[in-house]
């Protein structure tokens, strides 16, 4: 559904050759763009404003990063903006700590609930559970039979009935708490579009049994539908989940930004074949990526990322080799670190770095480097430039203006003195140890810099 936007948002972002900071209509100007695109290709216009709104928040007075231009800034926020929203997605099948868990599957016809089942209820087994299938799409006999040959080639428990749904599921969980199986997927019938009586069908499904999560089965094709069918079904039956399926073909995958937002709910799982293995967690960075179409641009804003902190990270040596840290070096280094995790950690591995063990990392690194940032960005640009120029009067000035302690202050600029001994420890006059600092200071490929 958004074939367009990728293609679309690369034209019209030509237009734009900013430098510094983004001007209000250089920003406008992308944005209208996003939003044609968006509402061009059916999505709700709900949907889209809130999308654009807060890509706009992400832009406005931003400084074009180094390295990248102002139309890839903008790219990089709408990329950040879906990545955001569709984000969160690392979990799996929620279990009910009171078994069994009962999962029903909901969704319009071919949407490929069925199929999910199946997979679904194989992942539970991979979890160390014991499934169990159900089909509740008493509609169509064939239905019944589909679930029942796979759930039989897979080894799978399958139960159908007679009579109405509630009493399937009713007998269903019965039955699977008899044969100690503690996960009951219900498979449910789909209609081509949305439909009251299936609604409450539905509703009166969910009301019978204790019912642990109901995820909303949809296609990645599906258009302008999406919306209008996220919202039935959520508001309706609720949905705690949805999984988009068929994403393995060519659609772009609009659909998942409209469900996550009609639903209010995030996309948990993606189909991605016809095989019952073919389920994966939902990924939020390759579906924005795939939805922007953008792969090319991406990857390039990357890498003009990377090679920003590699530029840094090299003045930063070439400071370090005439013996002079100044504070923004140390800023820049002490970012770097904490990208990589637990400072502790990356002391542990530095050569000599348990030297610095204390002084530049705490038990909340996170913490602690905010501290920091917070005490070098009270500093002058002088004092950055030459610490040895920092006395008792301008350490108290500081500490005011980064709202801590004048001993918070005193730390940061033993952090920095003992850094700088390190260096010339191991890099003054001394080529052959070039490796040793390259290794503390994010060169030599060790990916540091990243
Ligand atoms: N390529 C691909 N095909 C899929 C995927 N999921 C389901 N299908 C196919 O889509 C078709 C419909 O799937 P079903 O699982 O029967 O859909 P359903 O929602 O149960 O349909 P009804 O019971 O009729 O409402 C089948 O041909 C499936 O093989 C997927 O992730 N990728
Ligand atoms: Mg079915």
Redesign the pocket.
Known sequence: MFEALGDRLAAALKKISGRGVLRPEEVEAGLREVRLALLEADVNFKVVKGFVDRVRSRLVGVEVSPGLTAPQQVVKAVNEELIELLGGNSEGLRYSPAPPTVVMLT??????????AVKLALLARRDGHRPMLVAL?LR?PA?VD?LKMLAEREGLPFLAGQGSVEDIARDAIEEASRLGLDVVIL?T??RLHVDAELMQELVRLKAAVPVTETLL?ADAMTGQEAVKVGEAFASAVGVDGVVL?????DARGGAALSLRLATGQQIRFA????RPQ?LEVFHAERMASRILGMGDVLGLIERAEESIDQEAAKEVESHLRSGRLTFDDFLIQVRQLRKMGSLEGILDMVPGGAALKGQVSGPDTEREVRRMEAVILSMTARERAHPEIIDGARRRRIARGSGLQPADVNRVIKARDAMQKLAKQFGAGNRGSKAGLGRLFGQGGTGWSR
Do not use: F, P, V, Y
């Open positions: 969704g319009l016809q071919g949407s490929g609930k069925t199929t999910t799409d169509r239905a589909q498979d019938a789909g089965i399926t068929k994403l393995d073909g189909g991605t074949g016809e073919d």
